[in-house]
């Protein structure tokens, strides 16, 4: 019988009166057993009319549609997703830098095989995936991002950002890397290339910072960034007369040439996301 | 002795069979008084009776109790429970400015909270109506959840904080501003962040910054992310409806308190929304779907499901796991 059946409510109920009446009809008729009786009769009564008004409030509110539910069966369980070991990891155990040599390298056009850097606590943790600060531009990177895998890139003239929209492909298959959480870092010529990479792969880069030659520059190039992108801009120096000459909500930061690119490095840290294990998972229903 | 103990409960259950004792053994007693005792002693067992199912109701939902109750804030120290090593889950009460409002929070402190001067992302974790802050203690055992998530690195580490929705246990705001009533919403959005920045190592920024509810925290946790996308990057709703089934007292209640109506006739902010329902609940079930429907770039919502348990602290101690671990990887890390 349901738990939310009309059938449970009215055989509860019947019990309930049926309690009642015997209850009246043996209340003085036995004998020294009477108070025995009565007191019974009352208190099964009173639970069947308690359990009775339960059942009616669960049958409207849901609260336990089933036996089970009552039990506390979910009947679900939830699973983490086993991790793949990155292609490199092997590679990775005793270094944390490498060139990287994916399948589509000739398309990209690159100056040089990109350099990648893994975290001191990579091999250790070899169920973590990490978020990842790539590097579009002119500059040596030498040491990894803080719990992240940083990735620089040489573009050159003949780079196409169609051609690097595999690059997010192919890095998650050599190394362990977030599906989420990434930030990049762009250098004056290359921040069209990297807001063709943020349009191509929506909701995959939280932030983005340009490093800009010129005291002046604007983050026009980077064009259209998806909606929720942290970007920030890193002049030279600060602009006389160009004072909140940035679009809302872009941060302006002031450094030269020694430091520009650590600078830019160091705020899109600010904004990654954190290296984890896959989550727990449950089943995703019946969404769209 | 606490509303929400054992002692209360087995109190009443005495009471009621005293009471039922009272009526058999008294029932032909009282000479002319006799009918109004008689009355008298029915009145005091319907009494019992409806008492004991209010304790066992507020024992199940946590609504009231003076366990862990805070003191007046003596000093710069808040009363902590602690696990040596471990996380640290203090109580601290928070004097709303914006809103007028103060109330009793709890505080979650990571295991890493106490090492280094990292600063931490922030989760604001709302309970349902009937219910408190407590619930999450006691019913979704949500610090060894917490502690478990994290230390298999499923989670970042992240100071959670347990603030109530309602001044009054009794007054179901559903996190609004109600007109004339308490300003939950304030409070929630505006005072407990005050408060947490200005007294804890957290990030400051809305990256950082996510919510989590179950029922009517769950509908909270939507659409305070909608209303406030300026200060939360991310929200799960488990057993969340999509709108507030209550009067706000502004006439919003089916418009801009409603989460599929912000999505259809709103700009879409760019807030992540994390969706668990259990399958055999109808109401949150349809909900869900309509958000889930209802939601396009930048919004982004993932769903999860249980296959049944209905509106329980079963289904939610099933999903809660789930629900940080998304929610985790949906704010940005702590802050070196």
């Given amino acids: ?288 | 002795m606490s509303p929400d103990g054992t002692p209360l409960l087995v109190l009443a259950l005495v009471a009621v069979a005293l009471t039922a004792v009272l009526i058999a053994v008294g029932w032909d007693r009282g000479g002319r008084l006799r009918w109004p005792l008689r009355l008298v002693a029915v009145v005091a067992a319907l009494l019992s009776v409806s008492a004991t199912v209010l304790v066992q109701l507020n024992r199940m939902t946590e609504a009231y109790s003076t366990d862990a109750e805070p003191e007046p804030e003596a000093g710069p120290e808040p009363a902590a429970e602690e696990t040596p090593g471990g996380s640290q889950l203090l109580t601290v009460t928070v004097a709303g400015k914006a809103s007028g409002l103060t109330s009793t929070m709890y505080v979650y402190l990571p295991a890493a909270y106490r090492t280094g001067t990292q600063r931490f992302p922030v989760m604001e974790a709302l309970h349902g109506y009937p219910g408190s802050p407590r619930t999450w203690l006691r019913k979704l055992q949500v610090r060894s959840r917490l502690d478990t998530e994290i230390a298999e690195g499923r989670m970042a580490p992240a100071v959670v904080l347990f603030a109530p929705n309602t001044p009054r246990q009794l007054l179901d705001t559903e996190c609004t501003n109600l007109r004339g009533g308490p300003q939950s919403e304030t409070f929630l959005t505006v005072d407990v962040p005050a408060y947490a920045m200005a007294h804890f190592r957290v990030r400051t920024d809305r990256a950082g910054w996510g919510l989590i509810g179950y029922s009517a925290g769950g509908y909270c946790a939507s659409s305070l992310a909608l209303r406030h996308p300026d200060r939360y990057a991310a929200a799960a709703s488990m057993s969340g409806l999509a709108g507030p089934e209550i009067v706000v007292g502004d006439g919003t209640e089916d418009t801009l308190h409603n989460v599929v109506w912000r999505l259809e006739h709103l700009p879409r902010p760019p807030v992540a929304l994390w969706i668990g329902w259990a399958d055999d609940e109808q109401g949150t079930r349809r909900d869900a779907l309509r958000i889930a429907r209802a939601a396009r770039p930048p919004v982004s919502v993932t769903t999860a499901m249980v296959q049944r348990g209905g509106h329980s602290h079963a289904v939610w101690r099933q999903m809660e796991g789930p629900a940080f671990d998304w929610l985790s990887a949906h704010l940005a890390r702590p802050l070196p």
């Fill in chain 1, 1 to 288: 019988m349901s738990l939310t059946g009309i059938p449970l409510i009215i055989v509860v109920a019947l019990s309930a009166v049926v309690c009642g009446a015997a209850t009246a009809l043996l209340w003085s008729r036995s004998g020294r057993g009477r108070y025995v009786v009565r007191t019974l009769g009352i208190l099964v009564t009173e639970a069947a009319l308690v359990l009775c008004a339960g059942l009616v409030v669960n049958r409207s509110q849901q609260f336990y549609p089933s036996w089970a539910a009552l039990a506390g069966d979910t009947g679900t369980r939830s699973a983490t997703a086993p991790v793949r070991a990155g292609a490199l990891d092997s590679a990775l155990a005793g270094r944390s830098e490498l060139d990287w040599h994916p399948r589509d390298l000739r398309r990209w056009h690159l100056a040089a095989p990109p350099k990648a850097f893994v975290p001191p606590d990579y091999p250790t943790r070899g169920t973590a995936r990490f978020p990842v600060l790539l590097v579009l531009g002119d500059t040596a990177v030498t040491a990894p991002e803080a719990g992240a895998v940083t990735v620089a890139l040489r573009p050159t003239a003949a780079t196409t950002a169609t051609a690097l929209r595999s690059l997010v492909a192919d890095l998650g298959k050599d190394v362990r890397v977030t599906p989420g959480g990434w930030v990049m870092v762009a250098g004056a010529d290359q921040a069209a290339l990297a807001g063709h990479l943020a349009r191509t792969s929506p909701g995959l880069f939280r932030a983005i910072a340009v490093v800009e030659r010129s005291p002046v520059a604007t983050l026009a190039s980077l064009g259209r960034t998806p909606p929720g992108t942290a970007l920030a801009i890193v002049r030279p120096a600060a602009a006389p007369g160009h004072t909140g000459t940035s679009a809302p909500g872009v941060v302006t930061l002031t450094a030269g040439a020694p430091t520009a690119w650590q600078t830019a490095m160091t705020w899109t840290g600010t904004q990654l996301g954190p290296a984890l294990t896959p989550p727990l998972l449950l089943p995703t229903g019946s969404a769209p």
